[in-house]
């Protein structure tokens, strides 16, 4: 199989899995284990494979950015790359998911951050995590008493 069609694919489970996150019914344990383990899971498996077998050949490393470019230029290792992103970012968008669903943070404020994990990665960490941080403090403020001075 050619790097071209095992990308190809991919495509599909992680699309599912972000749909399962984004409008699935977050009740039903096995459907989250979806997004959050199985396909993670099965892309990291993916992902080491394609490192064990296509690393060592690239001579390409990670300490320069001469290095990381050249380790890229084999097609599968940027596969091994994608498939990376792929399954990290889904990871944590349901984990993102989780939290905001702790934090009660509704669904419909929920998908666009979703969909800017899926996109952006660290642009949807970054906007889940200061909302969840916004929250965390109003309701901090609205829980704290204020005595007056004496």
């Known amino acids: 199989m050619s790097p071209q069609e095992l990308f190809g694919l991919t495509g599909a489970p992680v699309l599912l899995g972000w749909i399962i996150l984004i409008a699935g019914p977050r009740r039903f344990a096995i459907l989250n284990a979806i997004p959050q383990f199985i396909i993670p899971f099965g892309l990291s498996l993916l992902y080491a494979a394609l490192v064990l077998s296509h690393f060592s050949r690239t001579g390409g490393g990670y300490g320069s950015l001469a290095a990381v470019r050249q380790l890229f230029t084999s097609e599968w290792?940027?596969?091994?790359?994608?498939?990376?992103?792929?399954?990290?970012?889904?990871?944590?968008?349901?984990?993102?998911?989780?939290?905001?669903?702790?934090?009660?943070?509704?669904?419909?404020?929920?998908?666009?951050?979703?969909?800017?994990?899926?996109?952006?990665?660290?642009?949807?960490?970054?906007?889940?995590?200061?909302?969840?941080?916004?929250?965390?403090?109003?309701?901090?403020?609205?829980?704290?008493?204020?005595?007056?001075?004496?």
Not at 84 to 94: I, K
Not at 131 to 147: C, F, I, N, V
């Open 77 to 150: 290792i940027l596969l091994a790359g994608w498939v990376h992103y792929l399954a990290f970012d889904l990871f944590v968008g349901s984990v993102l998911a989780a939290r905001m669903d702790r934090a009660g943070i509704g669904r419909l404020v929920q998908a666009p951050v979703l969909a800017s994990t899926f996109l952006f990665g660290p642009v949807g960490l970054v906007l889940a995590l200061g909302m969840e941080t916004l929250l965390s403090g109003r309701q901090a403020m609205a829980t704290l008493k204020l005595h007056p001075r004496r």
